[in-house]
């Protein structure tokens, strides 16, 4: 990854988007946050995936951040979903490293992953949820995993 994109803040570097989720969960110390990754992908020329980071402060409302990258168009759909998963799992993995630096370990960190009990997905449900389960995250499913099916596959759109 190389930068994000704020909606209010613009291009940030991966540094610089953990740097403002801190800040965000500074402002109210007190509050129960939730963090939440995930990715999505739209099938084109190439296949376009889209990384989201979520900061929502329970109750109260969110910040959110995103990464697109481009690969060429994907040999199945089991190979996209592995890989979505695997780009969610890269972005949580140095979120939580640098929680854990910056005392906040015990934050809730969530993967979103775009698979559903509806659809051709479903057969991927139990491999991808163990991937990101073995990794040390909950994983979240369709309809519950809003970080990838609604903030991640906005940008997948104008792509």
Do not use: W
């Amino acid at each position: 990854m190389e930068y994000f994109i704020s909606p209010t803040k613009g291009r940030l570097t991966m540094e610089q988007m953990f740097a403002d989720l801190m800040e965000f969960i500074g402002s109210n110390p007190e509050a129960q946050y939730k963090i939440i990754v995930g990715t999505d992908s739209q099938f084109g020329i190439r296949t376009c995936f889209v990384t989201a980071v979520i900061v929502h402060q329970v109750g109260k409302g969110a910040r959110y951040y995103y990464t697109k990258k481009y690969q060429q168009k994907m040999a199945s759909l089991r190979q996209k979903i592995f890989f979505e998963a695997a780009m969610s799992l890269e972005v949580a993995s140095f979120i939580a490293r640098r929680l854990a630096a910056n005392g906040h370990g015990d934050l809730n960190l969530e993967v979103h992953l775009d698979v559903g009990l509806q659809g051709e997905t479903k057969e991927l449900i139990r491999e991808v949820v163990g991937m990101v389960v073995g990794s040390g995250f909950a994983a979240r499913i369709k309809p519950y995993s809003c970080g990838a099916s609604k903030v991640a596959d906005k940008y997948t759109k104008n792509a």
